[in-house]
């Protein structure tokens, strides 16, 4: 077994999140530009033989939990074999996803093990979900979470809340866990990012959201682990919860484990650090990537990138210097 990932606060970094793609068959308004986003292309890829790899490696030095992410992680061709390969693995895997093509993977994720998977919605009108998504996929989307739920799998449905887009179904959400035992909603603050047209404006924040449920339930916090992003609730005689992850007025960093693997193979500490580590370059020539990975990690600053804060100057002059979510993975 090698070192663990430990940072320069002690944080021990035990979470994989592997993005698959950039690509996606949605167009979220607040993940990507709408538009002039250039996608990669695809030789710049981690090819399947390369992320199984490069993830042993990663278990090796102690990682415990494995995400696939994107852009949407499905729509590659090979994601049933990446499943498949990973879920041999010693660790947990899991996956985000709009859902779109879920009913096409149902086996192969039995077969790895997945028991659970984040699924973003972030409205239940078919209208909105166009103008948010900019495609049609809404029943299908529904059909698929219903699916996942029949099949016995705990769906953690992901909602972007923003100010004046769908902020006014908060608690049509909170309702949907009222008797599923297998449904968890999180709510997620708005996030800046390259392209996405960020303000602080548009932000629901933690405080707003609770007080937005207070109006309509009572609700109880339900007992959290060290490396949630998510506190969470449940409504008073509900089944599933629901939680908040409120990264820019309720971080969590202190608690962090997440290591982030992008599509191109560049490693990031956190999700707001602009500073990358090329690790497939050098894993194409055969060397052994491991001293970066260490290396790396030591420069891990203590929240959010090492950004001072979320102002709408910083959004422009900081985090536009990032990656669109999209090419960093969720
Ligand atoms: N395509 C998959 C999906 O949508 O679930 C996986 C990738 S997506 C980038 C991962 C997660 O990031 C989704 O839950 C999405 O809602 C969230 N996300 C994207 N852009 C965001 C932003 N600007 N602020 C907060 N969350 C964001
Ligand atoms: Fe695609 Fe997910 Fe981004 Fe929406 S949030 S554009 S589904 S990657």
Request: aromatic share 8%; net charge neutral.
């Amino acid at each position: 077994m090698a070192l663990p990932i430990v940072d320069t606060f002690g944080r021990k970094h035990t979470y994989l999140r592997i993005s698959l793609t950039d690509k996606c068959n949605l167009r979220c308004t607040y993940c990507m530009p709408q538009e002039d986003m250039q996608f990669m292309p695809s030789k710049w890829l981690m090819q399947a033989d390369e992320i199984s790899h490069i993830a042993r490696l990663f278990v090796e030095m102690g990682v415990e939990k494995i995400r696939l992410t994107g852009g949407e992680p499905l729509i590659r061709k090979d994601a049933g074999d990446i499943i498949s390969g990973l879920g041999k693995l010693a660790t947990s895997l899991t996956l985000t996803t709009n859902a779109v093509y879920i009913d096409q993977f149902i086996p192969e994720l039995k077969e790895a093990g997945v028991t659970s998977l984040n699924v973003s919605l972030d409205t239940l009108n078919e209208e909105r979900f166009r103008a948010i998504t900019k495609r049609d996929h809404f029943a299908k989307t529904l059909k698929h979470i219903r699916l996942l739920l029949n099949e016995g799998f705990v769906v953690k449905v992901n909602m972007v809340v923003m100010r004046g887009t769908n902020d006014d179904e908060v608690n049509d959400f909170v309702r949907l866990t009222l008797d599923e035992p297998n449904l968890h909603v999180r709510f997620i603050e708005f996030m800046p990012f390259k392209g996405n047209r960020w303000d602080l404006s548009k932000i629901v924040s933690y405080a707003d959201l609770l007080a937005e449920v207070g109006r309509e339930f009572q609700y109880q916090p339900v007992a959290g682990e060290m490396h949630d992003t998510a506190s969470r609730f449940r409504v008073d005689g509900g089944a599933g919860t629901f939680g908040i992850i409120g990264t820019v007025t309720h971080p969590f960093c202190e608690g962090c484990n997440r290591i982030r693997l992008t599509a191109d193979g560049k490693l990031k500490n956190c999700l707001f650090d602009t500073s990358e580590v090329d690790l497939l370059t050098p894993l194409r020539k055969g060397e052994d990537i491991r001293a970066l990975i260490y290396a790396h990690f030591q420069k891990k600053h203590f929240a959010h990138g090492g950004h001072a804060g979320f102002s709408e100057q910083q959004a422009k002059s900081e985090y536009e210097q990032n990656r669109e979510m999209i090419a960093i993975g969720g």
